[in-house]
């Protein structure tokens, strides 16, 4: 009776806890609920970066189905030739879509549609709701429990994520904002219940929260990871000053190392592998930091849909900072900036002249000489940064207006935001981008490849559509495909130089197998590109050294006769110190953690 009596109390505590929950958190849970419905105009807003992401989401709920945790290979990009995405990509945020498609049930050709435009509406919807709920926990930590709430709303219809979320369809980057008010917030919180040691400060549960913050960043958005890292140094040099102390410096320091190495088993192989694909594509024209600047225009017609995009991502920069200067302005004539909190609110504040600064030519030094500062790509994408300030500056603001005044400013503000999405940042979807095209792309023939994640010194132009698993030629270099009337390669069956088409009797994601009965010897292309961990074997003999087409494609030598050829992919040294790296980091996280408790039980 005892147990049971025990068990229904905490049933019913953890009900009201819940219940607790949703009625603090209504009104961010029906500002979430109305932008994303807004935004997705009752199907799905096909962004810039929709389809990539959709595509990922797809292969890694595959990988999944074939008991592969975490996959390194996508195979339906390339026009099923495949690449290494998940090798560059950070994790986070696929793993989540495929988890969300495949409880929704993305099982059947029918039932897939839905699943996958229900995905990708909860994606949205938690990434914008867990978003404010982040910048709500930054503003509790001195403002009163109403302001940081509004202050949450205000953030979920930030100018900014509407812009990611529906006009880009960056949803990577959307899902990283999440992290980025964690991070302010536990780089300058003082630890009360620490001595005032500087190791007491610096070595704290707070630091083991911005380790997570800043590997958790950096596992859903690499260039948001290096913002948060910049960001921090320069929220510690701030803390430094108002603290007057060294202790956020080490905090820093500490949590940004640990967060590196929790997050190595990404970062490693992603940085060491780039080397094997042409990931200078990746800056190519339109995607160095000098195309983008704030209002800047490129002549040339292939850049029209980058000028359009940069007007649209300007004036929301210029909005923000406006915005943002007016509500602290506002503030600061009021009284309501106090000095006991500066170590606050003042690192928000002076974000706001740093980015803008950085939007300009004169700002091209500090581009090219911080390290990795590059890897932006895009100067607006610091607007990312903004978001918290301007959403904890105006709810601090608005809260002292009378309740009438305040609550027709926020009624406005979110009206504006439904307009914005319904009007302006959505994007309908072409009959080849919509989520049925994608699905049918993704069972046939495949996805277009991306230019960063070639092989290296391959050209996709060279690689043909609807090409045969294998093809058995005479010559290693023979041209596969023909130019259709847009000028891209693709495979015609009838004009085929293959003396030998061969299907294979295994084809997943870690391993492929073909037999080929070979009339006499020749190379056997086989439609997979070419990749350092793909290990080949033909009849239980390794090969190495293998032929280079500039399609990228593989190519494997064979004899006359019976040719068994096994294809394996392995992990490279690369990700086994990756993993160690992150494994030692965790272990480190473990002892702190268990010393951090054992202290504060013996104080």
Request: hydrophobic share 55%; net charge positive.
């Amino acid at each position: 009776m005892a147990l049971h009596r025990e068990s229904s109390e905490r049933l019913t505590g953890w009900i009201a806890a819940s219940f607790s929950w949703v009625v603090d958190a209504r009104w961010m849970l029906l500002a979430a609920v109305w932008i994303t419905a807004s935004g997705m105009r009752g199907s799905v807003s096909c962004g810039h970066d929709f389809d990539f992401h959709l595509v990922s989401w797809m292969e890694a709920a595959r990988a999944w189905q074939q008991g592969v945790v975490y996959p390194a290979w996508v195979q339906s990009a390339g026009w099923q030739a495949g690449e290494p995405r998940f090798v560059f990509y950070p994790p986070l945020t696929w793993m989540l879509g495929a988890l969300l498609g495949s409880i929704f049930g993305a099982d059947g050709a029918s039932r897939s549609m839905a699943s996958w435009t229900m995905a990708a509406w909860v994606f949205v919807f938690l990434a914008l709701l867990l978003n404010g709920m982040a910048t709500r926990r930054l503003a509790r930590e001195w403002l009163s429990k109403g302001a940081a709430q509004l202050a949450g709303v205000l953030a979920i219809a930030s100018p900014y994520g509407l812009f990611v979320a529906f006009e880009r369809g960056a949803l990577a980057e959307l899902a990283a904002s999440i992290w980025v008010p964690l991070a302010l917030m536990l780089a300058t919180r003082r630890s009360a219940g620490q001595d005032g040691t500087l190791r007491g400060q610096a070595v704290n549960l707070s630091t083991l929260g911005l380790a997570l913050a800043v590997a958790g960043c950096w596992l859903t958005n690499a260039p948001a990871g290096v913002m948060v890292c910049y960001a921090l140094a320069g929220v510690a040099l701030v803390a430094v000053w108002t603290e007057r102390a060294a202790w956020p410096a080490l905090r820093a320091l500490i949590a940004v190392l640990l967060g590196l190495g929790l997050a190595a088993f990404y970062l490693v192989p992603a940085a060491w592998e780039q080397r094997w694909v042409n990931i200078h594509a990746a800056s190519d024209v339109g995607m160095r930091v000098e195309d983008s600047w704030l209002f800047a225009r490129s002549a040339g017609v292939e850049m029209a849909l980058h000028n359009a995009v940069l007007l649209q991502a300007s004036w929301v920069l210029v909005l923000m900072v406006a915005a943002t200067a007016v509500a602290a302005l506002g503030l600061f004539l009021r009284g309501e900036l106090p000095i006991k909190h500066r170590t606050r609110w003042l690192p928000l504040l002076l974000l706001v002249p740093v980015v803008l600064a950085l939007q300009f030519p004169f700002s091209a030094g500090v581009w090219h000489g911080l390290p990795k500062a590059e890897f932006l790509q895009f100067p607006w994408r610091l607007t990312m940064l903004l978001t918290p300030a301007l959403a904890i500056f105006a709810a601090q603001a608005l809260c002292g207006l009378r309740r009438p005044v305040r609550g027709m400013i926020v009624v406005v503000w979110l009206l504006l935001a439904m307009a914005v999405c319904v009007g302006v940042f959505h994007q309908p979807c072409d009959e080849e981008d919509n989520v049925a095209a994608q699905i049918a792309a993704f069972q046939g023939n495949g996805s277009p490849p991306t230019d960063e994640y070639a092989p290296k010194d391959a050209d996709n132009a060279d690689l043909a559509k609807g090409l045969p698993t294998g093809c058995l030629v005479a010559n290693p270099l023979t041209t596969l495909g023909d130019a259709d009337e847009d000028g891209e390669l693709r495979w015609d069956a009838k004009q085929s130089p293959c003396r030998v088409r061969v299907y294979p009797t295994e084809w997943s994601v870690k391993r492929k197998l073909l037999e080929l009965n070979a009339p006499q010897a020749g190379y056997l292309i086989v439609r997979l590109r070419r990749f350092p961990a793909w290990q080949v074997e033909r009849n239980g003999r390794s090969i190495k050294n293998l032929p280079k087409r500039t399609d990228g494609l593989m190519v494997v030598p064979v004899e006359r006769g019976m040719n068994r050829i096994g294809i394996r992919w392995t992990d490279t040294a690369d990700v086994r110190v990756g993993r160690w790296l992150s494994m030692m980091a965790l272990l480190a996280c473990v002892l702190m953690w268990i010393e951090i408790r054992r202290e504060s039980a013996g104080g």
